[in-house]
T-cell receptor
Framework: DAGVTQSPTHLIKTRGQQVTLRCSPK?????VSWYQQALGQGPQFIFQ???????QRGNFPDRFSGHQFPNYSSELNVNALLLGDSALYLC??????????FGPGTRLTVL | DQQVKQNSPSLSVQEGRISILNCDYT??????FLWYKKYPAEGPTFLIS?????DKNEDGRFTVFLNKSAKHLSLHIVPSQPGDSAVYFC??????????????FGTGTRLTVIP
């Protein structure tokens, strides 16, 4: 049974560019949440998708957007990248209301 | 504003002894608390949780204690094993449906169990 998978593993971008990160949820899960983990910090909630709609959002600017597909996989898009967007981006999936299971993350470096 | 705090960035314990990891929170509306363990290059792995209506939950070597009046919880690992060496995150949820709610995480405590 495959767990949560994310791609790519690592990514390097320059300021002002746009990036798309991908997440496939654990088999049977229908909800995907995205978190940003800056160096030395705990994960911070970005948003959550359920039934292809954003149902919750944390305190992140509109440069952060997402999408969920009919097969429950999800994308996180970040526009106009800033140096401060460098972080580990974690995807978590769940089958409501059970708890969240995390993927290994995508390490984004913005130069 | 950090609503969940883990004030000890690191902890070292001898194999076989007890490890105690602490967590404090500020929001009295938190309804459910979780502990996650994270190894390098892996995502956080769910370990154990506790509802705010309980003060203790046990699962094998792992026990979580909740003191609501002090807004404090702790994770006890007995006996500690070298494989327990990881970063431990405390997290809180505003509802019992932790899959539906965003989780508020602490900054983590790096546990090193010395053989």
């Amino acid at each position: 049974d495959a767990g949560v998978t994310q791609s790519p593993t690592h990514l390097i971008k320059t300021r002002g560019q746009q990036v798309t990160l991908r997440c496939s949820p654990k088999s049977g899960h229908d909800t995907v949440s995205w978190y940003q983990q800056a160096l030395g910090q705990g994960p911070q909630f970005i948003f959550q998708y359920y039934e292809e709609e954003e149902r919750q959002r944390g305190n992140f600017p509109d440069r952060f957007s997402g999408h969920q597909f009919p097969n429950y996989s999800s994308e996180l898009n970040v526009n106009a990248l800033l140096l401060g967007d460098s972080a580990l981006y974690l995807c978590a999936s769940s089958l409501l209301p059970d708890t969240q299971y995390f993927g290994p993350g995508t390490r984004l470096t913005v130069l | 504003d950090q609503q969940v705090k883990q004030n000890s960035p690191s902890l070292s314990v001898q194999e076989g002894r007890i490890s105690i990891l602490n967590c404090d929170y500020t929001n009295s509306m938190f309804d459910y608390f979780l502990w996650y363990k994270k190894y390098p290059a892996e995502g956080p792995t769910f370990l154990i949780s506790i509802s705010s209506i309980k003060d203790k939950n046990e699962d094998g070597r792992f026990t979580v204690f909740l003191n609501k009046s002090a807004k404090h919880l702790s994770l006890h690992i007995v006996p500690s094993q070298p494989g327990d060496s990881a970063v431990y995150f405390c997290a809180a949820s505003l509802g019992s449906q932790t899959g539906a709610n965003n989780l508020f995480f602490g900054t983590g405590t790096r546990l090193t169990v010395i053989p």
